[in-house]
């Protein structure tokens, strides 16, 4: 089973970022996905959750209208568009599955933003 996320990197404020989580090793059309961020000296934090049939849903009110979660069952893949980012965006950006019980997560990767 693995995660993996990709697309991050240092943008400008204002900027888009397209972040990808790469999933295998399970049947990822029968799973819900998250994405989480962690900022420095800071607790990992919800950001989005997908449903299996596609239905979003976003907890952080900092985020909402700016990122949008989205996955493509047929590649396997699940997405976080960012748009008009914030240098308090900055994090690492996770993906997460909860495999009936077991939890599984990406590595992360990096979003910088900053002029």
């Known amino acids: 089973v693995q995660l993996v996320e990709s697309g991050g990197g240092l943008v400008q404020p204002g900027g888009s970022l397209r972040l990808s989580c790469a999933a295998s090793g399970f049947t990822f059309s029968n799973y819900a996905m998250r994405w989480y961020r962690q900022a420095p000296g800071k607790e990992r934090e919800l950001l989005a959750i997908?449903?299996?049939?596609?239905?979003?849903?976003y907890f952080r009110d900092s985020v909402k209208g700016r990122f949008t979660i989205s996955r493509d069952n047929a590649e396997n893949t699940v997405y976080l568009q960012m748009n008009n980012l914030k240098p308090e965006d900055t994090a690492v950006y996770y993906c997460?599955?909860?495999?009936?019980?077991?939890?599984?997560w990406g590595q992360g990767t990096q979003v910088t933003v900053s002029s």
């Open positions: 997460y599955a909860n495999l009936g019980g077991t939890s599984k």
């Open positions: 997908i449903s299996v049939s596609g239905i979003s849903s």
